[in-house]
């Protein structure tokens, strides 16, 4: 949970956020050791129905620029945008994204450096994602199975998703409670 000011009410992930993904796949990658607390302290779970998706949007300051994503259930496309976009709208004057990745299940992306800092990233909201293929996805040569997508499409089915992120501003649990009961 993140108070109006960015700041985390730290409490330990629960043991099934922690293993296997934080340990041992994120610690032997190393990723999050160059961030102030040398792990995730911050995990959100979404979930998307077919059709739901999420707008184009960055992450933000609050976070050590690096999110882990792991993706649970169905595959779905993640779209990035850049952010200084000129030109690239198509013909219905929607934007266009730069990248589309493929999310497969039990996947784990991460998304750091420009990519974190200069695009946008979203989930279109549609009950099919098209154009699945060389072409059309960035991460096609990375696929475990391609099987799914050999008519270039994929009906949606539900998708979970859990990102684990690094908040920079933490409070301690002791502090915030004396915080959230004064002026009561
Ligand atoms: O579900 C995803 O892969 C992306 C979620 C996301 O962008 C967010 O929660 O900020
Ligand atoms: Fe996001």
């Known amino acids: 949970m993140l108070t109006k000011t960015d700041t985390l009410l730290a409490a330990p992930l629960p043991a099934w956020l922690h293993e296997p993904v934080v340990s041992p796949r994120l610690d032997t990658l190393g990723c999050f050791a160059g961030s102030p607390h040398q792990a995730p302290n911050h995990v959100l779970i979404n979930e998307y129905r077919p059709g739901q998706g999420i707008m184009p949007h960055e992450d933000g300051s609050a976070y050590y620029p690096l999110v882990a994503t792991v993706s649970l259930g169905a595959p779905i496309v993640l779209d990035l945008y ?12 929607g934007r266009k994204p730069a990248f589309r990745i493929l ?82």
């Open 82 to 93: 850049e952010k200084k976009a000129s030109g690239d709208d198509d013909e219905k004057g």
């Open 103 to 184: 999310q497969e299940p039990r996947s784990l992306l991460i998304t750091t450096n420009e990519l974190y800092t200069q695009y946008l990233h979203g989930i279109a909201e549609c009950l099919t994602d098209e154009d699945l293929g060389f072409d059309g996805i960035a991460n096609w040569e990375m696929l475990g199975d391609t099987q799914p997508y050999l008519n270039s499409s994929y009906e949606r089915q539900t998708r979970v998703s859990l990102t684990y992120r690094d908040v920079l501003k933490v409070a301690k649990v002791g502090n915030s409670v004396k915080f959230l009961t004064t002026g009561r």
